[in-house]
């Protein structure tokens, strides 16, 4: 193969993947991304080994996720994974399920161009979407240089996988595909590329330049029509109105920005209806015309003329502002900052936090709060529990001080008593590492937020101890779901996480030194009752816990919010008149 061909079959799943049936065992990662994250039906069309619906149910375990295929090797596989299973010759037969509450997101990740009626196949299924109901569809691009460049060599041929897959009875470009899902009755949503050898298809532009400036063609425009090797369409059944949420979020420190910004604008993402990104404040504008804009400022520091600007800028724009605040509004004071020119939640149009306690205090500037409890994106395998004679203990913190020291001197107490039965792993904070008295300890510095959970999830306890203050009750109990998730035991003070933690259930509350040196050796006496409460954790989580289950109620609340624009541009004229002057 030639420096032009090079590349030409991008986009397929890697070689080294173990097979399910005659396809790779694989969830394409932007076809997953695109399923709206807060269905409660769906059926993969063309299932294979389940492999993409079992990565959805680790977002959203609640989802019945219905699988189809024809290769019973594959179809043994997904059984093992997704609600039902069924084998089924969709060009011939209904969907074999129990439908009556109807199907919420019907997928087809390569499959349409299988069949000999992929036309009458859509319309009969679409008829099964409930209102809303959403059709995603991952399809190979018939306008891809590599079969472009076939063609002038002469040649045609199948090839076993990949775009000229000897299975492929009908061929799509984007807009071929668009007809087929309006001819359906759906509403295109929008089309998204799956990544490509770019370097590939412009060495092809390139050499073809003279070519296509000879028959009109922009090159230019051609190379976006012929790098992608798959396109990913979503379309929808009476979709509801576009609306656009840019948040924007302060440099990465421990999960805060992944937890209250990055994950939710993905999952915000997922709903097609939905345009959501994660951009610098002097990057946002309007980006559909028409369609409600929502800009979520991540804890800003809005203070005097200056945040009046901020502010000011923003609304010229046509932004609905909110604040994304998950702190007592104590911290910011406790920094110098004059509370009495803080305009983070009195020049805002409403504010979303974390907690209850913390939406009661900032009520106080600002009577438009809304409550989005932290969650988990997705369920991670387990990875703990492996050997029974040795628990590790995690702690992942910074400038809790105040909170851990009581505790040290009955934490080394139980290390002398258990020696290697115990090992410690401590993320951040280095004075903590250091106050341990045991050489069965590790320490990692500050990471980001997929090593932190990856280094969790190699845990069997997590210690959370939390002093009762003012400050630590706002906090919210977010350590707590990310051991649940992780299947780790929670072991952590009744500040917080007594309102959310079961004691002996989902982990164990401990209220003093005493006590914290009992359920340690609990737990390192009875590892098997130590996974029981990991197992109970992570099903708590499971059920509620879910950023998923979060997704509605957010869209929700951003489209009321828009509805009642001129109100709150009222209210917020007399809270903060200088803001308009």
């Known amino acids: 193969m030639d420096e032009l061909t090079a590349g030409a079959t991008a986009g397929d799943a890697p070689p080294e993947l173990a097979m399910a049936g005659a396809y790779p065992d694989f969830a394409n990662p932007e076809l997953l991304a695109a399923i709206p994250l807060d269905a409660r039906t769906v059926i993969d069309i063309g299932c294979s080994g389940g492999a993409l619906g079992a990565a959805y149910l680790r977002l959203n375990p609640a989802a019945r996720v219905l699988g189809i295929d024809t290769d019973e090797a594959a179809l043994a596989i997904a059984r093992t994974r997704l609600t039902e299973v069924a084998r089924c010759d969709i060009q011939a037969e209904d969907l074999p399920f129990d439908l009556s509450g109807g199907v919420d997101v019907l997928v087809y990740g390569d499959v349409l161009e299988h069949l000999a009626d992929p036309w009458a196949v859509l319309a009969r299924h679409v008829r099964h979407l ?49 007809a087929l899902l309006e001819r359906a009755g759906l509403t295109p949503c929008d089309v998204r590329s799956r990544p490509s050898d770019a370097a590939a298809a412009a060495r092809f532009v390139e050499a073809m330049r003279p070519g296509l400036a000879a028959i009109g063609v922009d090159p230019a425009e051609y190379l976006g029509r012929a790098t992608p090797v798959q396109f990913v369409w979503r379309a929808s059944l009476a979709p509801r109105e576009r609306l656009v949420v840019a948040s924007t979020m302060l440099p990465p420190q421990g999960g805060v920005s992944d937890v209250r910004v990055i994950e939710p604008a993905a999952a915000l993402a997922s709903d097609p209806t939905v345009f959501s990104v994660v951009r610098q404040e002097a990057e946002i504008a309007p980006m559909i015309e028409g369609a409600p804009h929502i800009a979520v400022l991540h804890r800003p520091l809005l203070v005097g003329d200056s945040g009046r600007a901020r502010l000011r800028a923003l609304i010229d724009r046509g932004f609905l502002v909110v604040t994304e605040f998950d702190d007592h509004p104590d911290f910011l004071a406790a920094r110098g900052i004059d509370v009495a020119e803080l305009l983070s939640f009195t020049g805002v149009h409403a504010i979303q936090t974390s907690t209850e306690p913390l939406a009661a205090t900032l009520a106080a500037w600002n009577p438009e709060v809304a409550v989005f409890p932290n969650a988990i994106r997705a369920l991670d395998p387990p990875a703990n529990f492996a050997n029974p004679d040795r628990l590790t203990l995690f702690f992942g913190a910074l400038n809790r001080e105040e909170d851990w020291a009581p505790f040290m001197p009955v934490l080394n107490e139980v290390l002398r008593a258990v020696g290697p039965r115990l090992h410690l792993l401590v993320m951040h904070d280095r004075a903590f590492f250091d106050a341990l008295e045991t050489p069965n300890k590790e320490f990692v510095p500050i990471s980001d937020y997929a090593t932190y959970r990856s280094r969790l999830a190699g845990c069997e306890i997590s210690f959370m101890p939390l002093a009762d203050t003012p400050f630590n009750r706002g906090k919210s109990d977010l350590k707590y779901i990310e051991a649940g998730a992780a299947r780790v035991v929670p072991l952590a003070s009744p500040v917080v996480y007594g309102d959310s933690l079961r004691d002996g259930e989902t982990g164990l509350i401990f209220t003093s030194p005493d006590h914290l040196r009992m359920q340690l050796l609990r737990l390192l006496a009875y590892p098997e009752a130590a996974r029981r409460l990991a197992d109970s954790a992570r099903a708590e989580v499971a059920a509620n816990r879910m950023l998923a289950y979060q997704v509605r109620a957010r869209t929700d609340w951003y489209r009321a919010l828009w509805a009642r624009r001129a109100e709150l541009d009222a209210a917020l004229r007399a809270r903060v008149p200088a803001l308009f002057a």
Do not use: K, Q
Not at 152 to 173: K, P, S, V, W
């Open 130 to 178: 409930n209102p809303g109901g959403a059709v995603v569809v991952c399809f190979p691009n018939v306008e891809h240089w590599s079969i472009a460049y076939r063609l002038f060599a002469g040649r045609f041929d199948y090839d076993e996988r990949g775009l000229l897959d000897r299975t492929h009875l009908r061929f799509f470009t984007p807009r071929t595909m668009r």
